[in-house]
């Protein structure tokens, strides 16, 4: 099963607009992660925070983590029709002894110029 | 550019047949990661790779094999495939242990299984 999950699974904006992303996930973790995917390509990092921080900003990104509620949101403001892509979460979940990163199911962003 | 290199970038092969996936990881980078993305799914976890190790394995089916050489690249052997094996599959690296940081991504090998 997967660690995490994002919501909505897709989201269609207006370019300018902001778009929300969450991600719950299911079990402790060291550190989180965005990444986006454009179509059929590979996936490129964005953020990583990790389980003592409550918040970061990259550009016009701003990621929350809420360790209480297993959680995360990524925020991108001022969207632009260039961020239409898929967003992933991913959370390392130990087993066998080792860390392995999870991804979630994605949220398909476009964004309308 | 990630510096992760993946071939071949498509392959179309026939049931029950068998392909070998190759990634060079970025230079440095002594871990490799292997996923499957099927058709608009999420990335599945395959197996992952430290400096020649096993050190996690996923939901990886046992017609399904990797290693790392000594070199630090990996190969995914995909054997017996099915029509349901199509799909994208990506390699990544990273500097850091497995599962403490940012992953870089090849560009993936699309695999279509006929």
């Known amino acids: 099963s997967q660690q995490g999950e994002e919501d909505p699974q897709a989201l269609s904006i207006q370019e300018g607009e902001n778009a929300t992303m969450n991600c719950s996930y299911k079990?402790?973790?060291?550190?989180l992660q965005w990444y986006r995917q454009n179509s059929g390509r590979g996936l490129v990092h964005l953020i990583l925070i990790r389980s003592n921080e409550r918040e970061k900003h990259s550009g016009r990104l701003r990621v929350t983590l809420d360790t209480s509620k297993k959680s995360s949101s990524l925020l991108i403001t001022a969207s632009r029709a260039a961020d239409t892509a898929s967003y992933f979460c991913?959370?390392?979940?130990?087993?066998?002894?080792?860390?392995?990163?999870?991804f979630g199911a994605g949220t398909r962003l476009a964004v309308h110029p | 550019d990630s510096g992760v290199t993946q071939t071949p970038k498509h392959l179309i092969t026939a049931t029950g047949q068998r392909v070998t996936l190759r990634c060079s990881p970025r230079s440095g980078d002594l871990s490799v990661y292997w996923y499957q993305q099927s058709l608009d799914q999420g990335l599945q976890f395959l197996i992952q790779y430290y400096n020649g190790e096993e050190r996690a394995k996923g939901n990886i089916l046992e017609r399904f094999s990797a290693q790392q050489f000594p070199d630090l690249h990996s190969e995914l052997n995909l054997s017996s495939l099915e029509l349901g094996d199509s799909a994208l599959y990506f390699c990544?690296?990273?500097?850091?242990?497995?599962?403490?940081?940012?992953?870089?991504f090849g560009e993936g090998s699309r695999l279509t299984v006929l």
């Open positions: 990544a690296s990273s500097v850091e242990s497995p599962g403490t940081g940012e992953l870089f």
């Open positions: 991913a959370t390392d979940a130990f087993s066998g002894g080792y860390n392995k990163l999870i």
């Open positions: 079990t402790s973790i060291n550190n």
